[in-house]
């Protein structure tokens, strides 16, 4: 961050309201914890103040969205809500989209003859506020906060990844993270892994979940669990679908373990995430999803390339082929610089007045997707500029 640009910062209004705002949600939910009011016998998952904020902030930003339109040089005009309905805004398409990945991998595994592991991490006693089945104070909480849990199930990852590296370990899939009745995360981690490592990963993971007051009672029996998901008794997907939905719309999922109903329960999760700035979802290997979402951009501009690699990533990606789409990006554990397909990035210039965009603060050029790279050429996926108009 340069001199200028952090004064330009501390002199705008904007800059602060931002920033102040989200102080106090996060003082107000605080509070809440503090109080004890955040557990499964009074306001689940977040406070009642920052659902109720949280549901008017998805108000106001539904009215902006329908009243403001994007308009290009063609003449084509459509709204802004029109335009996130379209992509992974929309909560369907998100779920969707994760659920087809999550299915692509599976059967990917199936195919290699990779084994399926569930797992659960939870955090030590220190960070969570109260007892699930009373609700009752945790005398043994220190009085960290969500986030701060968050860090910690971030850093002691960041080590079994550092792990597995040097073990040449590699395994794929998706990590979940949401809310437990206090307010403290913990993760479920839906892995794909070879047979043979697949006892080498548990150890790595049990230790590094266990490293920090890992002799306090039940550490050794709740800290971490792990499920081997047998391919005759149930699809590995399935195992996660359930949090994928609780923690986007809960549609489909009934009612949470305390008997919530998961429509109601999936607005408390979402508030959570937001006033925590808390990453729910994050695939583990594989392929970029932004390659495959540009692709998908392209449709049918290489009819006469049928046989070019581009072609066949576009033609799976557009028929939600993950599976597929991993195999013609390289594999699994190719590094993201050696993938055939990358995005390609340009400067956004103003083409009536030539000028580049620059950023407000800093005043540094802006580079944004423009479309792909492949074999030396660029294919541009974003052909018009656009501008904003209100209703």
């Not at 008017?56 to 994007?70: D, F, G, K, P, V």
């Not at 063609?74 to 369907?92: A, C, F, T, W």
């Not at 087809?100 to 955090?123: P, S």
């Not at 913990?186 to 150890?203: R, T, V, Y």
Request: with cysteine.
């Amino acid at each position: 961050m340069e001199f200028a640009g952090s004064i330009k910062r501390y002199s705008d209004n904007r800059w602060w309201l931002r920033r102040i705002r989200k102080l106090i949600n996060q003082a107000n939910e605080k509070a809440a914890i503090l109080l004890n009011f955040v557990n499964s016998k009074r306001q689940i998952y977040a406070s009642d103040v920052t659902t109720r904020n949280r549901i008017a902030q998805h108000t106001r930003n539904e009215n902006l969205l329908s009243s403001t339109y994007i308009l290009n040089e063609q003449g084509q005009r459509y709204s802004l809500k029109e335009i996130s309905d379209l992509n992974v805004s929309n909560p369907k398409i998100r779920k969707d989209e994760l659920l087809c990945r999550a299915r692509g991998f599976e059967n990917l595994a199936k195919d290699l003859g990779h084994e399926a592991l569930f797992i659960t991490v939870t955090c030590p006693s220190k960070y969570h506020r109260a007892f699930s089945k009373s609700g009752a104070p945790n005398p043994k909480w220190q009085g960290l906060i969500p986030d701060q849990a968050n860090s910690y199930l971030n850093q002691q990852w960041q080590k079994a990844r550092s792990e597995f590296k040097r073990q040449n370990i590699a395994p794929y899939g998706f990590r979940v993270a949401e809310p437990q009745h206090d307010g403290t995360p913990h993760w479920h981690m839906l892995f794909f892994i070879e047979s043979e490592k697949l006892d080498e990963l548990k150890a790595i993971i049990r230790h590094y979940a266990l490293e920090v007051d890992g002799d306090e009672k039940g550490a050794a029996e709740n800290r971490c669990d792990f499920k081997q998901i047998d391919p005759n008794k149930g699809s590995a997907t399935g195992y996660i679908l359930k949090y994928i939905a609780k923690n986007i719309d809960g549609e489909g999922v009934g009612e949470d373990k305390f008997g919530n109903d998961s429509l109601l329960v999936a607005q408390r999760i979402d508030a959570w995430a937001s006033c925590w700035c808390i990453r729910q979802f994050q695939q583990i290997g594989g392929a970029s999803v932004s390659v495959w979402r540009e692709l998908r951009r392209l449709r049918s501009m290489f009819k006469g390339e049928s046989n070019s690699l581009l072609e066949k990533a576009r033609f799976v990606a557009d028929n939600s082929d993950w599976q597929a789409y991993t195999k013609a990006m390289g594999g699994l554990n190719t590094k993201s610089k050696d993938r055939p397909i990358k995005l390609h990035y340009d400067f956004n210039v103003n083409e009536e007045t030539g000028e580049c965009s620059q950023s407000y603060y800093d005043g540094e050029l802006i580079q944004k997707v423009k479309g792909l790279w492949f074999a030396g050429r660029t294919f541009v996926t974003r052909f018009y500029q656009w501008r904003l108009e209100k209703a």
